[in-house]
């Protein structure tokens, strides 16, 4: 052993009598009552939430989810009872109430009297949330109360999740059946859309008829227009007609009268025609005569015309020829003999003139009116005879004629008694025909109207027709849009639809990993308690220890040397303390160590630092004040270290300090080292309390040095612990 | 010695010397009825007669005094010891023996204007290098022996404080143990390595406290608080062994409560008497 390794006498002591030996018992076993005593109590207080005994109330009356009855609170009573996630009491409101006033229970959970109902409601009409009420009591436990909101809030998350389950299928049921509506009404859009396709080529036929229409109430308020006009003639006319047909009346009775006068006439007629016939029979002897008569009148005529031309011809000739030879004497020169001829000739002209002789025209006309004599007299022959003839029938037909005249006369009676009906009726047509007439205006102004209505509705049929071309576009949107809408809607099966449930029911799920994991509060504090441990039993070692041991200052050692001397000692002790108590939490408590070496080795550097630390201290500060500083320092480094809660949560005061007090880094060096993902923080740690180690040493050596020299103060303390 | 003392001198302001006498059978009677002499220490050589050779003293001190917080501890002294003598530094529990060996050892600062050469250093200037020639033994709070452990191991301790830090130092067997204590010893038996402290005489264990004091090899010994061996007989043996290492070589300064400490010892030589009659606690000897 090196000189300087030598713990001199310091530990030796110990070695005898039973008291010195428990102290150094005490001083390796007090770390061990802070780390492990602590650890182990603090072990897995979450996993012992099963011996929490907590009321539970269902005062849940139930409901109905469709047509099934729903008992929710009974369902998630028998959740919470079968997971044993606390020491559920089932019990009643009263008792709960009672039991968390007086600690019985430490908080009283209540699934309350509308639980289904509310759960119920998530597919109705007014959805509500359905709540469980926790009442909490801090008096009892303000842990306990934290602890079980904790719980509380895994319960409400596992109830919400499994409840708000069966009302998301719920809904989702819903869902499919709007799908299938959806579809449904897509499929009627579509048959809408073809409906109005029809609709608005029947509203364009309709337009086109209504046009059409429209042309002809034109029309028919034209004819209307006519027929008034004629209906008011006609009822002039039936007027007339009435008066007319009086008039008829009155004329057929006249005429009846005469008719019978007629008979009587006729009859007469008919003597006097019988008398007639038998004195024409001379006047037809005559009429031949006179016919015999002319024929030869017109035979001798005949021959008189023939002769009066043969000599009117000649007489041309003989004064042509005359004619001639007297231009030839002119010419010759014989005027004398020319102007005798032309005398003679002249002379021949007048005697000729004065002769009257009938003209060739004359003659002609003459000759022309001959046949018509001729004619005339077989004419007058015949007539004569027909006369003759004639009058026979005529006394036959007088005759008749009496008979039917008498017949005329009854017929007349009868047509005046008709004419008086004809009247009567023709009265009657003419109100009618004046109410026609009123009538027939009316008809034009209906017709007008009508005309009027048609042409509007013939623009409205046509407006109809575009309206239904809209309707049909809208149709095939609202086909096409239906259609959308169902296939957005999705299509589940009902194990799709199950887990859509569960997805919405709880939408968003925790997937956490970790880098390193400690595995309950134990294992998390651990880093926090073996430095506090460590802290403690270094105070103690230092209680029962020299920090400078006075010995070796009345020696010419070197400071260092003294220091050393008072360190090693503690030292071996320190090195105790973190085997019992790193062997006590391994094996005892269960403390898993991601790296055990890392992890023993970083634990006996807290130690040495802390010891060093509180000997620096007692040495710079004396052995009472020292000790005031190391239990100061302990409280600021409890506070500050964040070794239960995260120092960001503590105040600006606490964060100050934070990483100026080596704790803080030995807790977190310790976090690497038992639970794992060690990285430069560890190595950061071992860096400053390998400095805060190697400082306070050389502080106590330098400080050593000086305390060889001795004050009264330190000869004489006025104060000792 | 709870007595109060307020000396009206003191209350005067009137300087008060320690009277270091020699030869003096009889305590050295208060200062305070004798004529106040002057600030200059008067130092009566313990060789009688004339030096057969120049003195070389160990320590020479002139205005030596310390006063702390709650007033003097002692002085101021006038005091010269010569080299290889045994000097006695007799004063009351309380009166600053302790504080004067400690500040002759180069423990201890003094007042400013004090005058102090030990082994030839200015102190306190030269603190260390006096702190290296000089060692300690017998005082209270200072070179205390673990009661329960062997002497071996004591020795042991202070051998491996003692050699360089490099150095192994072995188990102290009864042989090593001999030769460092021998000289202390003297014809008293040693005790073995294996004895406890506590199972220890008390003059062996004032003895092995002087012996690891010499372990250093010291030019100046001081021994403190001789009276803690209670038995005036066994006291003796004590003073004789401190006797034998003055005559040696090593200048030894050793403290007693008892005023009449020198005149009731038997001495081969009477060794120098340096009484403290001031400081708090200085009564005049009955």
């Given at each position: 052993?090196?000189?300087?390794?030598?713990?001199?006498?310091?530990?030796?002591?110990?070695?005898?009598?039973?008291?010195?030996?428990?102290?150094?018992?005490?001083?390796?076993?007090?770390?061990?009552?802070?780390?492990?005593?602590?650890?182990?109590?603090?072990?897995?207080?979450?996993?012992?939430?099963?011996?929490?005994?907590?009321?539970?109330?269902?005062?849940?009356?139930?409901?109905?989810?469709?047509?099934?009855?729903?008992?929710?609170?009974?369902?998630?009573?028998?959740?919470?009872?079968?997971?044993?996630?606390?020491?559920?009491?089932?019990?009643?409101?009263?008792?709960?109430?009672?039991?968390?006033?007086?600690?019985?229970?430490?908080?009283?959970?209540?699934?309350?009297?509308?639980?289904?109902?509310?759960?119920?409601?998530?597919?109705?009409?007014?959805?509500?949330?359905?709540?469980?009420?926790?009442?909490?009591?801090?008096?009892?436990?303000?842990?306990?109360?934290?602890?079980?909101?904790?719980?509380?809030?895994?319960?409400?998350?596992?109830?919400?999740?499994?409840?708000?389950?069966?009302?998301?299928?719920?809904?989702?049921?819903?869902?499919?059946?709007?799908?299938?509506?959806?579809?449904?009404?897509?499929?009627?859009?579509?048959?809408?859309?073809?409906?109005?396709?029809?609709?608005?080529?029947?509203?364009?036929?309709?337009?086109?008829?209504?046009?059409?229409?429209?042309?002809?109430?034109?029309?028919?308020?034209?004819?209307?227009?006519?027929?008034?006009?004629?209906?008011?003639?006609?009822?002039?006319?039936?007027?007339?007609?009435?008066?007319?047909?009086?008039?008829?009346?009155?004329?057929?009775?006249?005429?009846?009268?005469?008719?019978?006068?007629?008979?009587?006439?006729?009859?007469?007629?008919?003597?006097?025609?019988?008398?007639?016939?038998?004195?024409?029979?001379?006047?037809?002897?005559?009429?031949?005569?006179?016919?015999?008569?002319?024929?030869?009148?017109?035979?001798?005529?005949?021959?008189?015309?023939?002769?009066?031309?043969?000599?009117?011809?000649?007489?041309?000739?003989?004064?042509?020829?005359?004619?001639?030879?007297?231009?030839?004497?002119?010419?010759?020169?014989?005027?004398?003999?020319?102007?005798?001829?032309?005398?003679?000739?002249?002379?021949?002209?007048?005697?000729?003139?004065?002769?009257?002789?009938?003209?060739?025209?004359?003659?002609?006309?003459?000759?022309?009116?001959?046949?018509?004599?001729?004619?005339?007299?077989?004419?007058?022959?015949?007539?004569?005879?027909?006369?003759?003839?004639?009058?026979?029938?005529?006394?036959?037909?007088?005759?008749e004629l009496a008979s039917g005249a008498s017949q005329v006369a009854d017929g007349t009676q009868q047509v005046a008694a008709g004419a008086s009906q004809l009247a009567d009726g023709a009265g009657t047509l003419?109100?009618?025909?004046?109410?026609?007439?009123?009538?027939?205006?009316?008809?034009?102004?209906?017709?007008?109207?009508?005309?009027?209505?048609?042409?509007?509705?013939?623009?409205?049929?046509?407006?109809?027709?575009?309206?239904?071309?809209?309707?049909?576009?809208?149709?095939?949107?609202?086909?096409?849009?239906?259609?959308?809408?169902?296939?957005?809607?999705?299509?589940?099966?009902?194990?799709?639809?199950?887990?859509?449930?569960?997805?919405?029911?709880?939408?968003?799920?925790?997937?956490?990993?970790?880098?390193?994991?400690?595995?309950?509060?134990?294992?998390?504090?651990?880093?926090?308690?073996?430095?506090?441990?460590?802290?403690?039993?270094?105070?103690?070692?230092?209680?029962?220890?020299?920090?400078?041991?006075?010995?070796?200052?009345?020696?010419?050692?070197?400071?260092?040397?003294?220091?050393?001397?008072?360190?090693?000692?503690?030292?071996?002790?320190?090195?105790?303390?973190?085997?019992?108590?790193?062997?006590v939490i391994h094996w005892g408590v269960g403390l898993q160590l991601d790296t055990a070496v890392g992890t023993i080795a970083f634990t006996l550097l807290v130690a040495a630092t802390f010891l060093a630390l509180?000997?620096?201290?007692?040495?710079?500060?004396?052995?009472?004040?020292?000790?005031?500083?190391?239990?100061?320092?302990?409280?600021?480094?409890?506070?500050?270290?964040?070794?239960?809660?995260?120092?960001?949560?503590?105040?600006?005061?606490?964060?100050?300090?934070?990483?100026?007090?080596?704790?803080?880094?030995?807790?977190?060096?310790?976090?690497?080292?038992?639970?794992?993902?060690?990285?430069?923080?560890?190595?950061?740690?071992?860096?400053?309390?390998?400095?805060?180690?190697?400082?306070?040493?050389?502080?106590?050596?330098?400080?050593?040095?000086?305390?060889?020299?001795?004050?009264?103060?330190?000869?004489?303390?006025?104060?000792?612990? | 010695?709870?007595?109060?003392?307020?000396?009206?001198?003191?209350?005067?302001?009137?300087?008060?010397?320690?009277?270091?006498?020699?030869?003096?059978?009889?305590?050295?009677?208060?200062?305070?009825?004798?004529?106040?002499?002057?600030?200059?220490?008067?130092?009566?050589?313990?060789?009688?007669?004339?030096?057969?050779?120049?003195?070389?003293?160990?320590?020479?001190?002139?205005?030596?005094?310390?006063?702390?917080?709650?007033?003097?501890?002692?002085?101021?002294?006038?005091?010269?010891?010569?080299?290889?003598?045994?000097?006695?530094?007799?004063?009351?529990?309380?009166?600053?023996?302790?504080?004067?060996?400690?500040?002759?050892?180069?423990?201890?600062?003094?007042?400013?204007?004090?005058?102090?050469?030990?082994?030839?250093?200015?102190?306190?200037?030269?603190?260390?290098?006096?702190?290296?020639?000089?060692?300690?033994?017998?005082?209270?709070?200072?070179?205390?022996?673990?009661?329960?452990?062997?002497?071996?191991?004591?020795?042991?301790?202070?051998?491996?404080?003692?050699?360089?830090?490099?150095?192994?130092?072995?188990?102290?067997?009864?042989?090593?143990?001999?030769?460092?204590?021998?000289?202390?010893?003297?014809?008293?038996?040693?005790?073995?390595?294996?004895?406890?402290?506590?199972?220890?005489?008390?003059?062996?264990?004032?003895?092995?406290?002087?012996?690891?004091?010499?372990?250093?090899?010291?030019?100046?010994?001081?021994?403190?608080?001789?009276?803690?061996?209670?038995?005036?007989?066994?006291?003796?043996?004590?003073?004789?062994?401190?006797?034998?290492?003055?005559?040696?070589?090593?200048?030894?300064?050793?403290?007693?409560?008892?005023?009449?400490?020198?005149?009731?010892?038997?001495?081969?030589?009477?060794?120098?008497?340096?009484?403290?009659?001031?400081?708090?606690?200085?009564?005049?000897?009955?």
């Amino acid at each position: 052993m090196l000189s300087f390794t030598s713990t001199g006498t310091e530990l030796r002591r110990f070695r005898r009598g039973l008291l010195p030996r428990l102290a150094v018992g005490a001083m390796v076993l007090v770390p061990l009552l802070y780390g492990a005593l602590y650890l182990w109590a603090f072990w897995d207080p979450t996993g012992n939430l099963d011996r929490l005994p907590v009321a539970l109330v269902d005062a849940d009356e139930g409901s109905t989810l469709g047509d099934e009855p729903l008992h929710a609170g009974a369902q998630v009573t028998d959740e919470l009872l079968d997971s044993d996630d606390l020491d559920w009491r089932v019990t009643d409101a009263d008792a709960a109430a009672a039991g968390v006033a007086d600690g019985t229970y430490y908080f009283a959970v209540t699934i309350p009297s509308d639980f289904s109902a509310d759960i119920a409601s998530a597919g109705g009409d007014d959805p509500t949330d359905a709540r469980i009420e926790v009442t909490y009591n801090d008096a009892n436990s303000f842990l306990a109360s934290t602890l079980g909101r904790t719980a509380m809030a895994q319960v409400q998350s596992a109830v919400s999740s499994s409840i708000g389950e069966q009302a998301v299928d719920r809904v989702l049921v819903g869902l499919g059946s709007a799908r299938d509506g959806f579809a449904t009404a897509a499929d009627g859009a579509l048959t809408l859309r073809a409906a109005s396709g029809d609709l608005s080529s029947g509203a364009h036929q309709v337009a086109d008829g209504a046009a059409s229409a429209a042309d002809g109430a034109s029309r028919l308020a034209d004819g209307s227009q006519t027929l008034a006009a004629g209906t008011d003639s006609l009822a002039g006319g039936a007027t007339q007609l009435a008066s007319g047909a009086a008039t008829l009346s009155d004329g057929a009775g006249r005429t009846a009268t005469g008719a019978a006068s007629l008979a009587d006439g006729a009859g007469r007629l008919a003597q006097g025609a019988q008398d007639a016939v038998s004195s024409t029979v001379p006047l037809v002897d005559g009429a031949e005569a006179v016919s015999a008569g002319v024929d030869e009148l017109a035979a001798s005529t005949r021959t008189n015309a023939a002769a009066s031309q043969t000599l009117t011809a000649a007489l041309r000739t003989l004064q042509a020829s005359l004619t001639t030879v007297a231009q030839q004497n002119a010419q010759a020169g014989d005027l004398a003999t020319a102007g005798g001829i032309q005398q003679a000739l002249t002379t021949l002209g007048t005697t000729v003139e004065g002769l009257h002789l009938p003209t060739a025209a004359e003659q002609q006309a003459a000759l022309g009116r001959l046949p018509a004599l001729e004619q005339g007299a077989r004419d007058l022959s015949a007539g004569a005879a027909d006369l003759h003839a004639g009058l026979g029938t005529l006394a036959g037909k007088a005759g008749e004629l009496a008979s039917g005249a008498s017949q005329v006369a009854d017929g007349t009676q009868q047509v005046a008694a008709g004419a008086s009906q004809l009247a009567d009726g023709a009265g009657t047509l003419s109100g009618g025909a004046t109410q026609l007439r009123s009538g027939s205006h009316d008809l034009a102004d209906g017709a007008a109207e009508l005309a009027g209505g048609t042409t509007t509705l013939a623009q409205g049929a046509g407006q109809v027709a575009d309206g239904t071309d809209q309707v049909g576009d809208g149709a095939q949107q609202l086909a096409d849009g239906l259609e959308d809408g169902a296939a957005q809607i999705p299509d589940d099966s009902d194990a799709t639809r199950a887990d859509r449930a569960e997805v919405l029911a709880s939408p968003v799920a925790l997937d956490s990993s970790d880098v390193a994991r400690a595995e309950g509060f134990g294992e998390g504090f651990a880093p926090f308690f073996i430095p506090l441990a460590l802290f403690v039993g270094a105070l103690i070692t230092w209680l029962l220890l020299r920090p400078v041991p006075t010995r070796a200052l009345g020696t010419p050692a070197a400071g260092w040397r003294t220091a050393a001397a008072g360190f090693l000692p503690a030292l071996a002790i320190g090195v105790a303390q973190v085997a019992v108590m790193l062997g006590v939490i391994h094996w005892g408590v269960g403390l898993q160590l991601d790296t055990a070496v890392g992890t023993i080795a970083f634990t006996l550097l807290v130690a040495a630092t802390f010891l060093a630390l509180q000997q620096m201290l007692m040495a710079v500060l004396g052995p009472a004040a020292g000790k005031v500083a190391v239990l100061a320092l302990l409280m600021l480094q409890l506070a500050s270290s964040g070794g239960t809660y995260p120092v960001e949560t503590t105040p600006a005061f606490f964060r100050a300090i934070h990483p100026l007090l080596p704790m803080s880094y030995a807790v977190t060096g310790l976090r690497q080292t038992i639970t794992g993902g060690a990285d430069g923080r560890l190595w950061l740690s071992v860096a400053v309390l390998g400095a805060v180690l190697v400082g306070s040493l050389a502080i106590t050596s330098w400080r050593a040095g000086r305390l060889r020299t001795w004050t009264l103060a330190r000869l004489h303390p006025a104060l000792s612990i | 010695m709870t007595t109060p003392h307020d000396h009206p001198q003191r209350a005067s302001g009137a300087p008060r010397h320690h009277r270091t006498t020699t030869t003096s059978p009889l305590p050295t009677t208060a200062p305070t009825a004798a004529p106040a002499p002057t600030s200059t220490a008067t130092v009566a050589d313990a060789s009688p007669g004339a030096d057969p050779a120049p003195t070389v003293l160990a320590v020479h001190a002139e205005q030596l005094r310390l006063h702390g917080r709650r007033g003097v501890v002692y002085g101021p002294v006038d005091l010269e010891v010569p080299t290889g003598t045994l000097a006695v530094v007799q004063g009351p529990q309380g009166g600053g023996r302790s504080s004067l060996l400690l500040t002759l050892a180069g423990r201890m600062v003094p007042d400013d204007g004090s005058r102090l050469t030990v082994l030839g250093e200015p102190l306190p200037r030269r603190r260390t290098a006096v702190q290296r020639r000089a060692a300690l033994a017998g005082f209270a709070g200072i070179d205390d022996l673990d009661e329960s452990v062997s002497v071996g191991d004591v020795v042991r301790e202070r051998l491996a404080w003692l050699s360089p830090w490099y150095r192994r130092t072995p188990r102290v067997d009864q042989g090593t143990f001999a030769r460092l204590a021998g000289p202390v010893f003297g014809e008293r038996p040693l005790p073995r390595t294996s004895t406890l402290v506590w199972d220890l005489d008390e003059v062996d264990a004032m003895l092995l406290r002087v012996a690891l004091a010499t372990a250093q090899h010291p030019d100046l010994l001081v021994v403190d608080d001789v009276d803690q061996v209670h038995d005036s007989r066994r006291r003796q043996t004590v003073w004789t062994r401190l006797e034998a290492l003055a005559a040696a070589g090593t200048t030894v300064v050793a403290s007693v409560a008892s005023l009449d400490e020198v005149a009731r010892m038997q001495w081969a030589t009477l060794p120098q008497q340096i009484t403290l009659a001031t400081g708090p606690h200085a009564v005049p000897a009955a």
